[in-house]
């Protein structure tokens, strides 16, 4: 070890070198050796928790033409670079040691081979920069959830995303002590051009499970870049799964029922999908819009968001929409927007923000005009649809007060919603458990969108929204949903909503105000306050119920041809739904749990009972007289 302490001591400042030292985590000191060794950086910044710091890194950013001040103070603008938009699946790949396996459905890299190639992309790629060590902690400080993180980058950037999304953990890893249990990730832009990175054939992002580690190089979109967003998902997913917790894709909101009650749910949506703007229901409380760690404690089940900032979609955040949002975007606080369009005032743009764009400006394309094209010929948006804001979400009018509670908050009910044109009604409760967990999250589907890089609207399986970042073999997963309720007494309830039904000419059923009364019937099912008609698959609302609902909460008049049209049983689509998930489970998915195909078989069974009995379209009033 001691020349590991050489090699930073020749390295670091004093200051720098004595504030890695007061973290006596020999562990982490051999990570960030290695890393300069590796990396080859000018210079060495070791992050604390102090306000100091976090303002060095964000002037750096300024700095080194990572983000552009904008006119409101505390804004800044990123820009990424014109093919690095989006997370890159393809690229992002779980290193293996030869002879294990996580199934076809994982995209994997034999160990030794990939630890050799991002390394050598790795390879000096600091030259020249400053590396910054910063430490973050998942989840609420001083809990049984906490999860002690470094991250080690060159992008100020990335950095400051980080001490928005995060709460600061230098001082949480100092009582770590030396313990080996945290969470690393070591990022670098690689070169750049025009502050973007340039080599993107060699971006690549390598998950190490055995080490807790992962590699992240040649790219700056967030989604590949930031390691505690979606890069130590896919290690908490694999933690997990050891210690029997669930690390989920799912937001954590508290729904304000009557009397002042708060009931808490967590929910699961495909990137894209509706995830935060339901998080940031009117009238409701956030506890966070991405990423939920759920643990167990006396039979009650409790969540936490691991994050302390939204790092959301923009397009489409209006004052209509959501005001909340809008407001703190158009407030001094900090904020990092991305892929937006800049005005020659230094103003922010974006996709259906509610006002006319300007015709130019500067984006992610560079200069930018209206109708510029890229060189396929495509035109170039004003904004990126996939663009981005960043914020605090203490810096929310709406912020629950259990937010940073290090018991987390106990769950009533768990959402699950995918962009569904065809199939699911808006709402629905599962009989129990089990069925919520397998006919709601095991065969969740979604219509892909701008989040990753792809073609967009094509129909995906997607289990419990969460198959992007699967560690573990995909029916281990399942089981360990199935599993998690064991010894609760009350399990939550689960839910499916879809807020993209449409009718025949292609028109959405709903509008966007609407999935506030989903939630709210929801909240009222948790709490026994209102019945359900029963359903091949469940228990969807009752007309007058609605009705009170879109009353009270959203002032419309909820008519008896919405309900009909919206909550009409289609029983030849929840077949073929069946069958396409069931045919993915047989074909690639080789530990399914028996229990599903089960179940596939008896809803299979009643969805054809109940269309031989009323036909194959099935309007909510005949369900109720039965
Ligand atoms: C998502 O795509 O699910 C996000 C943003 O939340 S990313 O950081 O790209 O994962
Ligand atoms: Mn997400």
């Excluded at 950095?159 to 230098?170: D, K, N, P, Q, V």
């Excluded at 945290?182 to 832009?189: D, G, L, P, V, W």
């Excluded at 390598?206 to 992962?214: A, F, K, Q, T």
């Excluded at 397009?315 to 209509?320: A, C, I, L, Q």
Aim: hydrophobic share 35%.
């Amino acid at each position: 070890m001691s020349n590991v302490k050489e090699l930073l001591k020749e390295k670091l400042t004093a200051e720098n070198y004595d504030r890695l030292m007061a973290v006596d985590n020999p562990k982490m000191h051999q990570f960030v050796a290695d890393a300069i060794e590796l990396t080859g950086p000018a210079s060495v910044f070791v992050c604390t928790d102090s306000d100091e710091d976090r303002n060095y890194i964000r002037e750096l950013a300024i700095k080194n033409g990572e983000e552009i001040p904008l006119d409101v103070p505390g804004h800044t603008c990123h820009f990424d670079g014109y093919h690095d938009q989006a997370r890159d699946k393809a690229r992002t790949k779980y290193l293996l040691l030869s002879g294990s396996d996580l199934g076809a459905n994982l995209n994997s890299i034999e160990k030794e081979a990939g630890t050799e190639e991002v390394r050598s992309f790795l390879k000096n790629s600091m030259t020249g920069r400053e590396m910054l060590v910063c430490f973050f902690c998942l989840g609420p400080i001083d809990s049984d959830f906490s999860t002690a993180c470094v991250q080690i980058t060159d992008s100020p950037y990335v950095a400051h995303s980080e001490t928005i999304l995060y709460r600061s953990g230098y001082e949480q890893f100092r009582k770590i002590g030396s313990s080996p249990e945290f969470f690393r990730f070591i990022h670098s832009e690689g070169k750049l051009e025009n502050a973007v990175s340039k080599n993107i054939a060699q971006r690549r992002v390598y998950i190490d499970l055995e080490e807790n580690l992962v590699y992240s190089v040649n790219t700056q979109y967030g989604g590949n870049t930031i390691g505690l967003k979606k890069l130590a998902l896919r290690l908490a997913i694999n933690k997990a799964s050891k210690e029997g917790w669930l690390a989920e894709h799912m937001f954590v909101l508290g729904a304000h029922g009557p009397g002042g009650r708060v009931t808490y749910f967590t929910g699961a949506f495909p990137s894209a999908c509706g995830k935060t703007s339901t998080s940031m229901l009117p009238g409701q409380t956030i506890v966070g819009d991405d990423i939920a760690y759920l643990r167990k404690k006396d039979g009650r089940m409790y969540g936490v968001n691991v994050e302390k900032g939204i790092f959301g979609i923009i397009r489409e955040v209006n004052p209509k929409n959501d005001p909340i949002i809008y407001e703190a975007l158009t407030s001094p606080y900090e904020v990092i927007f991305s892929n937006v369009l800049i005005d020659g005032d230094k103003k922010p743009h974006w996709l259906g923000m509610g006002t006319e764009l300007p015709t130019e400006g500067t984006n992610h394309a560079g200069k930018w005009h209206k109708g510029k094209t890229d060189s396929d010929g495509n035109e170039i948006t004003a904004s990126h649809k996939n663009a981005r804001y960043c914020l605090n979400i203490p810096d929310l009018s709406n912020r629950d007060p259990l937010l940073d509670d290090p018991n987390g908050v106990p769950v009533g009910g768990v959402v699950y919603g995918g962009r569904d044109s065809d199939t699911l009604v808006p709402v629905e409760q599962s009989f129990n458990w089990a069925e919520g967990i397998i006919i709601k999250g095991a065969s969740l589907e979604s219509e892909t969108t701008a989040a990753t890089l792809g073609k967009e609207g094509v129909r995906t399986f997607n289990l419990m929204s969460n198959l992007d970042f699967l560690s573990i073999p995909l029916g281990r997963y399942i089981q360990n949903n199935l599993d998690f309720a064991k010894d609760i007494e009350n399990p939550p309830l689960v839910f499916s909503v879809n807020y993209f039904l449409k009718d025949k000419d292609g028109e959405y059923l709903n509008g966007m105000a609407d999935k506030l009364v989903w939630i709210l019937w929801a909240e009222l099912r948790v709490n026994g306050d209102v019945d359900g008609i029963e359903t091949p698959t469940g228990l969807i609302p009752k007309y007058e119920d609605l009705q009170k609902l879109f009353k009270e909460h959203l002032d419309a008049q909820y008519t008896k041809t919405d309900y009909v049209q919206q909550f009409t049983f289609r029983i030849p689509e929840n077949l073929a739904k069946l069958d396409r998930v069931e045919k993915i489970y047989k074909e690639k998915v080789s530990d399914t749990p028996q229990i599903l195909f089960d179940t596939f078989a008896e809803v299979r069974k009643r969805l054809k009972a109940a269309g031989d009995k009323y036909g194959d379209y099935i309007s909510p009033f005949d369900l109720a007289a039965n």
